[in-house]
């Protein structure tokens, strides 16, 4: 970030910005009339500095609750209230939210991070109790001038993320906003003030007096941010990971003398970076495909052996890495599916490597493909993003052999329907085949099916039907034809 261009721009770039969004003009008007001030707060500002204000609007005003709730009326769609015992209303307006905060001058306990709400009179007091001056601007939509009382566009420009009061009282208030820090990072590529650095460092224990749900909440959108490796380096190097995501730091293996193996949590920050540069450009950030590029080697640790010659080995680490990874996102309470992606593609991420130079038959081919099932594009890109080699003849030979996995998944998928492998015979058809109703022996004929059509591809009926007699039989079960 250049702070000439910033300069540059900083003084019409909101207006600019505004124009395209003329619900703040109407609020504007609406509590000026009577007689209320109202500002543009916080991220949004930040956001219009930068030229980048997109999505939900943040307003602040010296009118408390009731009054906003009167104001909004008849002029909103629609209104809701669930945040006005923190002084915060909400409303749309021809598709566009707005969320408006009467100025705030809180407490905090000391203990838990819930703030003591009590009502402030200026919007400089307000603006101070912000948790980085970054984010602690407003701009005052009638006078149309921009409200700094901490130094928050210089800090920008400089590209800075600093308090406005002093960490420790900041962090102390709010134990959340050391993970907030390291997501802003992430987010617009500012470097934390040493200070705040310090801090982080000698307070992050107190995380642990954070809800997971909220600390899953940054986390992920630190991930999604456009420097996420800057992010996790940060939460690591202050000991923010140790409560977050302690399976991070715990990568951080010494070498062995003779180098036998590479510096695991160097090469997952690498692995990262090169996931994200596979991602679909006009989609949203893939969260699962990072959190899995980042975790996928997080079982490493408890299975590094050393070898007789001086070879190290990480047997089965994609199998801990999985058990791993699916405890601790269950523990930050991410969602189910999410859980599951990320813990599957962590358990796939070693099959490719049993490819060899292309010695797998069309039945490996089809269990990689239906074992991935919806996974496969992101398994594609976990598995491409994996090879960190510095050797360019070992790193083009790779690609060439997973090339060559994908085009013949491609001609299977196209010849078999992949996404839609199942036995050549239904259930019902077993049933009446065997005589048999509903029940476990049902499920294990229909999975003996699933096997055969994954070795051997698709079966015409009768051999279909002979297979699956043959193995009643074996199993004990005379089919009615029989008798």
């Known amino acids: 970030m250049s702070g000439s261009n910033l300069s540059a721009t900083q003084e019409n770039a909101v207006v600019e910005l505004l124009s395209a969004f003329p619900v703040a003009d109407e609020l504007a008007d609406r509590f000026a009339a009577a007689g209320h001030r109202l500002y543009l707060v916080g991220g949004s500002v930040r956001d219009a500095l930068l030229g980048r204000l997109a999505g939900d609007l943040d307003f602040t005003t010296d009118a408390r609750p009731p009054q906003i709730l009167r104001l909004l009326s008849g002029w909103a769609d629609a209104v809701w209230d669930t945040g006005i015992a923190f002084g915060t209303v909400g409303a749309t307006k021809r598709g566009q939210t ?28 307000d603006l101070v109790r912000r948790d980085f001056t970054v984010n602690a601007m407003a701009f005052d939509l009638v006078q149309r001038v921009l409200v700094d009382p901490t130094g928050g566009r210089a800090a920008l420009a400089a590209g800075v993320l600093d308090t406005p009061a002093t960490p420790a009282q900041s ?3 709010d134990p959340l906003r050391m993970l907030r820090a390291t997501r802003f990072v992430s987010q617009l590529g500012l ?24 600390v899953q909440a940054e986390l992920s959108k ?5 420097h996420p490796r800057a992010g996790v380096e940060l939460m690591v190097s ?20 003779h180098h036998q193996h590479k510096d695991v949590f160097h090469h997952s920050l690498v692995v990262l970076e090169q996931a994200i540069d596979l991602e679909d450009r006009e989609s949203s950030p893939d969260l699962v495909l990072r959190l899995a590029a980042l975790l996928h080697d997080v079982g490493k640790p408890e299975t590094r052996r050393f070898e007789p010659g001086g070879g190290v080995s990480f047997h089965h680490h994609e199998v801990v890495g999985a058990k791993l990874v699916r405890k601790r996102l269950r523990a930050l309470r991410y969602a189910k599916d999410v859980v599951e992606d990320v813990s599957q593609l962590v358990y796939l991420h070693l099959r490719f490597h049993g ?32 090879c960190t080699t510095r050797n360019k003849r070992k ?9 060559d996995l994908e085009r013949r998944i491609e001609r299977l998928a196209a010849e078999e ?67």
């Open 98 to 125: 707005v969320e408006i905060t009467t100025f705030r001058a809180d407490d905090y306990d000391g203990v838990t991070r819930n703030p003591e709400v009590t009502f402030g009179d200026t919007v400089e007091g």
């Open 238 to 257: 202050t000991g923010l990971a140790d409560v977050v995501l302690p399976e991070l730091p715990a990568m951080k293996l010494e070498i062995d003398e």
């Open 417 to 483: 329907d992949l996404k839609r492998v199942r036995p050549d015979l239904d259930g019902n058809e077993i049933m009446r085949l065997l005589g048999l109703p509903p029940g476990p022996q049902v499920g294990k004929a229909w999975k003996f099916l699933k096997e055969l059509r994954l070795d051997r591809g698709p079966l015409d009926h009768d051999e279909a039907v002979a297979e699956l007699l043959a193995w009643a039989r074996s199993e004990g079960i005379e089919p009615p034809t029989t008798r």
């Open 191 to 214: 470097r934390p003030a040493p200070r705040v650095v310090e801090a982080m460092t000698a307070m992050a224990g107190e995380l642990e007096r954070i809800t997971p749900e909220r």
């Open 222 to 226: 630190l991930l999604c941010g456009e």
């Open 355 to 386: 490819y060899g130079t292309g010695e797998w038959t069309d039945s490996a081919v089809r269990r990689y493909a239906t074992d991935a099932g919806p996974l496969l594009s992101r398994l594609h890109k976990l598995v491409r993003a994996d």
């Open 171 to 173: 962090f102390g208030d």
């Open 395 to 403: 790193a083009n030979a790779l690609q060439r052999t997973y090339d």
